[in-house]
C-alpha cells in the first residue's frame, strides 16, 4: 500500500507522529528480554518491566482516532501487529459497569480478536486457560453447555461438560464419536475395538488430561478464590460456575480472568529455544479499548489488569490504549511532575517521563504509576488550511510502522531447514541404528541384541547358524521333529533351574551337545533324523535326573549346540564355549561330536585348550584319540569295526554261497579332510588281507559345498556304483551315508535286478534311520555295522525307553521303520556317563569342586565294576590310564532287504549277559582283572 493512501486512514492532529511513533517505540519487542527499545537507549536496566496503559483522552473524536490506530497496526511492515479493537459503548450485557459478565464479555471479545487466522500463524494466540474459565463461567447460565445446576449430580454433570469440551477440541475425539463413526466402528470391528476407541480411550485420556493438562494444573495453582479451597479441582470448577459464582467475590473473580487471559499472552511470548514461534513474535499484543468511561466497565477491566500486574510481578506482552473522555480517577494522581502530557509539548519525553515516575513510584503497587494519560487535540477536518501541512509534517513520516525482523535462527524457513536437517539427522541415525540392527541380525542368526540366544550364535559364511543355544533357539531347523526334541529340552532346562532353587545340595552341571545339525542347503535329511535322534537320547537321560531325588544326583541342563556341516565351524563354536565356561562355572563338558573329519580334529584340540572333557556319540575314527587325552567315545573304534568287517565277509563266504568271492572292493572318500573314510577303508584293506582276501581299493569325488570346486579327479559316488555291478566280490562302502545313497542310485540304475554284495560302515546307519529314505532303492539288499543291537521297543523295558515314551511319544510310532535306537542309545550312554562321574565325585569327595578336568579324571575311571551297562553295550575303558575308547565295544551287523526295517544278522561285543554271534572276533581281555 502506497504511503499517500495509508495516511489518509490515520486522523490528523498536532502531535499525531509522536503519538504513532510512541506506539511503535512500545510495540516493538525486543531481542533480549522485555523492556522496550527508548528505554534500553537511555541506559536503564534495572527495576521492573511493563507496558503503561496509555489513556487517550479528549474530546468525542476517539472512535476515529481508534480506528485510526488500528489501521496503523493492520499495515505495519512486514506484518500485521496482533491487535484488536473493541468498542465498550456497545456492550449491553450489564447495566452495572462493574459487572463480572461485562469484564468477561469484553476479555471474551479481545481473546477472539487476538485468536484470528488474520494475525498469521506467529501471530496467533491459543487462550487455553481463559477459554476454560470462561467456559466455566457460562455454564449453568440459560442454555450453557454441560451443567445445569440441577439438585442431583452436579460434579457428575459438570464433568460430562468437560469431558465433551475436551472432545470437541480434538479432531481425533470428534471423529470417533460422531454418530457415523461409532456405526461404521461399531459394525466393522471387534466389539473391544469400538469399546476402547469409542469410550475408553477417549474417557482416559480426560483423566489423564484433568491431572496433567496444563490449564487444568493452572487453575488449581492461580492464587485468586482461593483454589485450594476445596482443593479438588471439580470442586474449585464447580465454583466458577453459575449460579455459584454470583456469591464470590466480584473483584476475585475479575482478576482471575485478567489473569487467565494474561497468562495466555505470557505463555505464548515465552522464550524458549525449542520454540522459535516466541521468537517469532516481534511485536507485543495490543488491546484497543474505544469509548471508555464510567458508564461501562472499562475502568475496573483497567483496574483488574494493573491489580494483576502488581500482585503477580510478571511482564505481560500486552499493549493497553483506552480511549475516552478521561482517565481513570487513580491515575490522576501522578500528574504531579508533567500533568495530562501534552503531545506537542512532550513528544518523545513522553514514555521516558512514564518510565522514571514508573521506577520511583511502582514499587508502592498501586495502580496509578501505571497509567500514562495522553491529551490528544482536536482532530483536524481536511477542509482546515493546516490540513495537508500537519499529514506531511506530523503523519507522513509517521505513519508506516515496521516491526523488527525475527532473529536468523527463528525465520520459518530457517526452522523448516532445522527440522528437516533434525529429521534427515534423526532417519540417518534412524538408518545406521536399523542398519546395525540388521547387520546384527544377518550375523546373530536373525535375532535382535535384545534377544537372549544372540550374543552366544554366529551367522557362518555358508549361512548356517552355528553356536550354541541356551534359551529356545532352534537353528531355523526344517525339520519339525527335531524343533520338538530341541524345545523339549530347553523346558527341561528351565525345570532343571527350578529344582535347583527348591534343592541346592544337589550338584548342578550343564553340558553342551555338540554336533552338525543342519545341512549346507538346510534342508531335511538323513543326518537330521541322526542328530534328532542323539539329542533325544540325551533328553531322555535329563528328564531321568530331573525325577530323581537322591542328594548325590545331578541336576542336568543340556545346551545344544550347532557347528555347520561337517563340523567346519567347530572352532568358533569353542570360541563362544570358553565365553560362556567364564559365565556359567557348572559347565562341566561336551557330548555329541559328529563326522570324523580335520575339522572335528581341529574341535577336539581347541576343546582341549579351553579344558573341558568330551564324549563323544558316534565317532570311530582311530587318529580322534591321538588328538587329546580328555576325549572319549561311547563307540568303538574303526579298528574294531573292520575287524567285525572282515569276519563277517569270512562268514559270508565260508557260507559257500554263489557270492560273494573271496576278494574286496574298497569305496572310500578321495576328500582329504574326511579322516573317517579314509581311516576305515585303511583298517579294512589290513584286516580283509589278514582273511585272505584280495583287496581292490576305490576312491570317489563326493559332492563340493556350494561355491567351492571338487577335491578331487575321481568319479562321483553314482559313477563309482555303476563300475560296481559286475564284482563279484564284497563292495565295502567306507564313506558318509549320504553318498551311499548316490552309490545306490548308480547300482539301481544298472544293475537293480542283480546288485552285488554290499557292506557299509557305520556311517550308513544314518541313511537307515531315515525311513523314507531308506526305501528310494527297495531292490538292492545291502548290509551295515551299527553300534547297537537294532531292536528298538518303546515298552518301558530299558530306562532310555521309558523315557522316550514319556516325551517323544511319536518317534515310538515309527520304531516300527527305524534304527531309532542306534542313535538315541549312544546320546543317552554318553550323558549316563557324565552323570555317572558326577556322582561317583560327590560320593567320594563331596567337598570337591565341580570342574571340567575332576570330571575328565572321573570319567577315565569308568571300568571294572564300575563300567557301564549302557543302552549301546557295556562301556569299560579297561583300567588303563590312557584308554579313551570302550573295551570290546558292541557292534551289530545290519541288513536291508526291501523297504522294511533292518534286521539284525549278528552282533559282537559285550551286551549285558547276551553272546555274541560264532563268526566274530576274539573278545580282548580286561585289564585288572
Known amino acids: 500500500m502506497a504511503s499517500n493512501e495509508l495516511d489518509s486512514h490515520i486522523p490528523v492532529f498536532r502531535g499525531a507522529g509522536h503519538l504513532l511513533r510512541l506506539i511503535a517505540d512500545l510495540v516493538r519487542r525486543p531481542r533480549r528480554r522485555e523492556c522496550p527499545e527508548p528505554v534500553r537507549h537511555r541506559g536503564v536496566a534495572q527495576g521492573r518491566e511493563g507496558l503503561p496503559v496509555i489513556c487517550l483522552v479528549g474530546g468525542d473524536d476517539h472512535p476515529q482516532l481508534a480506528k485510526g490506530i488500528s489501521y496503523f497496526l493492520s499495515h505495519?511492515?512486514?506484518?500485521?501487529?496482533?491487535?484488536?479493537?473493541?468498542?465498550?459503548?456497545?456492550?449491553?450485557?450489564?447495566?452495572?459497569?462493574?459487572?463480572?459478565?461485562?469484564?468477561?464479555?469484553?476479555?471474551?471479545?479481545?481473546?477472539?480478536?487476538?485468536?484470528?487466522?488474520?494475525?498469521?500463524?506467529?501471530?496467533?494466540?491459543?487462550?487455553?486457560?481463559?477459554?476454560?474459565?470462561?467456559?466455566?463461567?457460562?455454564?449453568?447460565?440459560?442454555n450453557g453447555p454441560g451443567y445445569t445446576g440441577g439438585l442431583e449430580g452436579n460434579d457428575h454433570t459438570l464433568l460430562q461438560g468437560l469431558r465433551e469440551r475436551e472432545f470437541r477440541r480434538r479432531r481425533l475425539f470428534g471423529l470417533l464419536r460422531s454418530p457415523e463413526t461409532e456405526l461404521a466402528?461399531?459394525?466393522?470391528?471387534?466389539?473391544?475395538?469400538?469399546?476402547?476407541?469409542?469410550?475408553?480411550?477417549?474417557?482416559?485420556?480426560?483423566?489423564?488430561?484433568?491431572?496433567?493438562?496444563?490449564?487444568?494444573?493452572?487453575l488449581l495453582n492461580q492464587p485468586y478464590l482461593a483454589p485450594r479451597d476445596p482443593g479438588t479441582f471439580i470442586g474449585f470448577a464447580e465454583r466458577l460456575t453459575a449460579p455459584h459464582n454470583q456469591v464470590e467475590d466480584p473483584e476475585q473473580l475479575r482478576k482471575l480472568m485478567v489473569n487467565a487471559f494474561l497468562e495466555d499472552l505470557r505463555v505464548a511470548f515465552r522464550r524458549r529455544i525449542w520454540r522459535p514461534r516466541t521468537a517469532r513474535r516481534t511485536a507485543y499484543c495490543v488491546a484497543l479499548l474505544d469509548g471508555v468511561g464510567p458508564g461501562n466497565c472499562g475502568y475496573p477491566l483497567l483496574q483488574a489488569v494493573i491489580d494483576v500486574r502488581n500482585e503477580t510481578g510478571a511482564f505481560d506482552p500486552l499493549l493497553v490504549i483506552s480511549c475516552g473522555a478521561g482517565p481513570p480517577a487513580d491515575g490522576t494522581r501522578i500528574r504531579a511532575d508533567w500533568g495530562h502530557s501534552s503531545l506537542w509539548e512532550l513528544s518523545d519525553r513522553l514514555y521516558g517521563g512514564w518510565r522514571d515516575t514508573f521506577l520511583h513510584q511502582g514499587r508502592a503497587r498501586n495502580r496509578a504509576p501505571w497509567y500514562l494519560p495522553v491529551t490528544v487535540p482536536r482532530l483536524m477536518p481536511p477542509s482546515e488550511e493546516s490540513y495537508e501541512l500537519t499529514r506531511r509534517l506530523e503523519v507522513a513520516q509517521d505513519a508506516r510502522l515496521r516491526i523488527p525482523e525475527p532473529p536468523l535462527w527463528a525465520r520459518r524457513v530457517v526452522s523448516v531447514m532445522a527440522v528437516c536437517g533434525a529429521l534427515v539427522a534423526l532417519l540417518g541415525a534412524g538408518g545406521l541404528v536399523l542398519g546395525g540392527e540388521s547387520n546384527y541380525r544377518q550375523a546373530h542368526c536373525g535375532l535382535s541384541r535384545f534377544e537372549d540366544d544372540a550374543a552366544t550364535l554366529r551367522t557362518a559364511g555358508t549361512g548356517e547358524c552355528i553356536g550354541v543355544a541356551r534359551h529356545g533357539f532352534t537353528f531355523h531347523s526344517p525339520d519339525p521333529s527335531l524343533d520338538t526334541t530341541l524345545r523339549t529340552i530347553y523346558a527341561q532346562n528351565s525345570r532343571a533351574e527350578e529344582v535347583h532353587q527348591a534343592s541346592p545340595e544337589r550338584?548342578?552341571?550343564?553340558?553342551?551337545?555338540l554336533s552338525a545339525l543342519l545341512s549346507v542347503s538346510g534342508k531335511p535329511t538323513g543326518q537330521l533324523a541322526y542328530g534328532r535322534e542323539a539329542l533325544q537320547g540325551a533328553a531322555s537321560a535329563q528328564s531321568r535326573q530331573l525325577r530323581s531325588t537322591g542328594a548325590t544326583e545331578p541336576i542336568l541342563r543340556i545346551f545344544p549346540a550347532n557347528a555347520g556341516s561337517g563340523m567346519r565351524f567347530g572352532t568358533e563354536v569353542v570360541d563362544i564355549l570358553e565365553q560362556l565356561k567364564q559365565q556359567d562355572p557348572s559347565l562341566v563338558g561336551v557330548t555329541?561330536?559328529?563326522?570324523?573329519?580335520?575339522?572335528?580334529?581341529?574341535?577336539?584340540?581347541?576343546?582341549?585348550?579351553?579344558?573341558?572333557?568330551?564324549?563323544?556319540?558316534?565317532?570311530?575314527?582311530?587318529?580322534?584319540?591321538?588328538?587329546?587325552?580328555?576325549?572319549?567315545?561311547?563307540s568303538p573304534q574303526n579298528t574294531r569295526e573292520a575287524d567285525v568287517a572282515a569276519a563277517y565277509a569270512d562268514h559270508l563266504v565260508g557260507q559257500g554261497t554263489k557270492r560273494p568271492t573271496r576278494r574286496v572292493r574298497i569305496i572310500s572318500s578321495a576328500d582329504p579332510s574326511d579322516t573317517y573314510s579314509k581311516t576305515l577303508s585303511d583298517d579294512v584293506a589290513r584286516r580283509f588281507r589278514g582273511r585272505g582276501f584280495a583287496v581292490e581299493r576305490t576312491s570317489f569325488t563326493p559332492p563340493p559345498p556350494p561355491g567351492e570346486e571338487p577335491s578331487s579327479d575321481a568319479p562321483g559316488p553314482g559313477a563309482v556304483g555303476q563300475r560296481s555291478c559286475s564284482y563279484p566280490g564284497v563292495v565295502f562302502f567306507a564313506g558318509r551315508s549320504e553318498d551311499f545313497e548316490s552309490l545306490l542310485g548308480g547300482i539301481n540304475e544298472s544293475c537293480n535286478s542283480d546288485p552285488p554284495a554290499i557292506i557299509g560302515g557305520d556311517d550308513v546307519a544314518r541313511l537307515a534311520a531315515d525311513a523314507d529314505r531308506r526305501g528310494h532303492y527297495p531292490g538292492i539288499p545291502y548290509d551295515f555295522l551299527d553300534f547297537t543291537l537294532g531292536s528298538a521297543r518303546c515298552d518301558g523295558t530299558s530306562e532310555l525307553y521309558a523315557e522316550l515314551s514319556k516325551l517323544f511319544p511319536e518317534e515310538c510310532a515309527k520304531v516300527a521303520s527305524s534304527s531309532l535306537d542306534g542313535h538315541a542309545a549312544l546320546g543317552f550312554d554318553a550323558v549316563k556317563l557324565y552323570i555317572n562321574a558326577v556322582k561317583q565325585l560327590r560320593e567320594e569327595a563331596a567337598q570337591m569342586p565341580l570342574t571340567p578336568p575332576a570330571v575328565w579324571h572321573a570319567i577315565s575311571g569308568v571300568h571294572g565294576d564300575e563300567a557301564l551297562d549302557g543302552e549301546s553295550g557295556i562301556i569299560s575303558f579297561g583300567g588303563d590310564v590312557d584308554r579313551q575308547v570302550p573295551l570290546d565295544k558292541l557292534l551289530s551287523v545290519q541288513h536291508i532287504d526291501g523297504v522294511g526295517r533292518p534286521a539284525q544278522a549278528g552282533f559282537c561285543g559285550r551286551v549285558g549277559g547276551q553272546k555274541q554271534s560264532s563268526w566274530c572276533p576274539p573278545l580282548e581281555a580286561e585289564q585288572g582283572r
Open 185 to 218: 466402528v461399531d459394525g466393522n470391528v471387534p466389539w473391544w475395538v469400538w469399546l476402547f476407541a469409542v469410550h475408553v480411550f477417549p474417557l482416559a485420556w480426560f483423566r489423564v488430561r484433568r491431572g496433567l493438562g496444563c490449564e487444568y494444573r493452572w
Open 507 to 513: 550338584p548342578f552341571v550343564t553340558l553342551v551337545h
Open 76 to 142: 505495519a511492515d512486514p506484518r500485521r501487529v496482533p491487535h484488536c479493537l473493541h468498542d465498550l459503548r456497545t456492550d449491553t450485557a450489564s447495566s452495572d459497569p462493574e459487572s463480572v459478565e461485562a469484564v468477561r464479555r469484553t476479555l471474551e471479545r479481545l481473546a477472539q480478536g487476538f485468536a484470528l487466522s488474520v494475525n498469521g500463524s506467529d501471530g496467533r494466540v491459543r487462550f487455553r486457560r481463559f477459554g476454560l474459565v470462561n467456559w466455566l463461567a457460562q455454564t449453568g447460565v440459560g
Open 592 to 634: 555329541g561330536l559328529d563326522q570324523s573329519r580335520e575339522a572335528t580334529n581341529r574341535t577336539i584340540r581347541k576343546l582341549t585348550a579351553v579344558g573341558l572333557p568330551m564324549v563323544a556319540t558316534t565317532l570311530s575314527a582311530d587318529s580322534l584319540v591321538r588328538q587329546s587325552p580328555m576325549y572319549f567315545q561311547v
